[in-house]
């Protein structure tokens, strides 16, 4: 069957690697210059099967609230005048309640844990070099109360098979020795070995040249206008090429992989399809001193953000901003993640040359994402992967491709269809 992948970020890259592998004809439309140009450009670049935790939970209303006038917090939410965000934000309070958690956590665990056996193998048969450590991921915590709170969440990941240890203080600076001259503001944390690190932009780009070397066609700078509906099925889809002009792409089968853009495609059509942005940021470093530097990937808990190693660079990453489409950097937000780097590593990084970026992360109300058939037969989705899409990316796409191809998927995981 010829089927066109609409994006081509990593769950649209890893989707039309594993059509072709399938035996499919694959045609990949963005409206960017080339893959991996927004979402999947500087994320956290943690494989974090051990943080497959949704937002919703019983305690995040009211820690909502608290962060609510709070110019840093970790998670802000912007009232908008669009109704998408007032019935996302609906559905979120509704996966707060308790018996939502552990369904939901189970669902991600699961396609996290595929997802990172999948890419495991790609890297041993492709031999994609895009940075990868396999040194674990270590969060720490400075309050008492919340690290106690945390090993409920740690003890859920263990009954779900996930090797997600509590560590003392002292073990922590055992694990990473550059939090050492910060040890007194650490009470406990987390380890979990057996998650990964590596940069998704190198690993998204390198999978995209080795799709179109096995014959996917790719067409960047084309912007997806609409679907053709007629019949109960997708006809074509209207694209405005690279010259301004408009065509008409026909296919058998149809994937909206457009990240937090999805829904404005589907939803014409009757789709439902409730994923919104969430505005995450990231600052790159270049590390100055490597023995001060940190080789684990760390989650500072209190902050909600990440540090992880990339080559000679570290990428730090987090925050969440719940107000609309925008991409534009805001300037107290970017300066307190540059404190936030120096407070820990002072005599690590240069802080004189700092990269900023932000990203739309495409987030369902449950973190869970939607991935598979819609009501109409020849057009499926893969998008709503949140914070997790590096994590879950090329695990998703294959699962896809096994849907599309008539196979049951591995994972067990609530598909659409």
Known sequence: MKIAVLGSGIIGTATAWWLLQAGHEVVVIDRASGPAQETSRANGCQISVSYSEPWANPQAPLQ??????QKNAPLSFRPQLDWRQWVWSMAFLRECLPGRLAPNIQAMVRLSEYSRRTLQAMRADLGIDYNHLERGI????????EFEASQKAAGLMRDFGVDRRI??????VQI??????VRNRIVGGDYTAEDETGDIYLFTTALAERARRAGAEFRFSTQVSRLLAEGGRIQGVELVNPEGLYETLVADIYVAALGSFTPQLVSPLGIPCNVYPAKGYSATFNILNDAAAPTVSLTDSAHKVVYTRIGKQIRMAGTAELSGYSRALNT????????????LFPSALDFDNVQFWSGLRPTTPSNVPLIGKTQISNLYLNTGHGTLGWTMGVGSGRALADLISGKQPEPEFPFLG
């Open 64 to 69: 909502l609230l608290r962060w609510l006038f």
């Open 138 to 145: 270590l969060n720490f915590y400075r309050d008492q109360g």
């Open 176 to 181: 990473e020795p550059a939090l050492a001259p």
């Open 167 to 172: 560590v003392s203080t002292d073990e922590i």
């Open 332 to 343: 107290i937000r970017c300066d307190n993640m540059a404190l936030l780097a120096r407070d």
